[in-house]
């Protein structure tokens, strides 16, 4: 291993990559999530752009950019999903369809690697069961068992 890449404190939070051999470190891209996954089925990092206060973003880094001088803009780096205003945790399902908990209720996107006009859609709505708030969601990897992290009042 000659690279690896790490989340960064403090606030906003950022992506560095570390060139083991060369002892180099450089900034990736600021203002990120703290959600992100390395899917390797697909060689790509994917992270959550909060660059744009209104519009956070999914955004792919494949492992070929890591190559390339200091990128250092979000832009640089492919969308590959919109979020739900206002949550940034997520989890990917086995066929790469993204879930989310958002307003009371858990939201479904259909595998945006193949589909990529693919809206968000309401799966669940967890309001029935007094579940109103809700963060940090994770499925396991055979797409039985869902945990979300659930409060009442201000968001810890």
Not at 92 to 109: C, Y
Not at 112 to 123: R, T, V, Y
Request: aromatic share 12%; charged share 25%; with cysteine.
């Amino acid at each position: 291993m000659n690279e690896w890449i790490s989340f960064e404190l403090p606030e906003p939070f950022y992506l560095v990559r570390h060139k083991v051999s060369s002892a180099v470190t450089d900034t990736l891209v600021n203002r990120v999530g703290r959600s992100f996954y390395y899917l390797k089925n697909k060689n790509v990092l994917v992270f959550v752009d909060k660059s744009d206060s209104l519009n956070w973003r999914i955004r792919m880094l494949d492992k070929n950019q890591l190559s390339s001088p200091t990128p250092s803009e979000p832009e640089r780096y492919p969308v590959l999903s919109d979020l739900l205003p206002g949550d940034e945790d997520y989890c990917f399902m086995q066929d790469g369809s993204i879930l989310m908990f958002h307003d009371g209720a858990i939201h479904k996107k259909q595998n945006p690697f193949a589909l990529k006009d693919s809206k968000w859609e309401l799966m669940w709505d967890m309001k029935p069961w007094s579940i109103k708030n809700g963060y940090r969601i994770s499925l396991s990897p055979d797409n039985t068992l869902l945990a979300l992290v659930v409060y009442s009042g201000e968001k810890p």
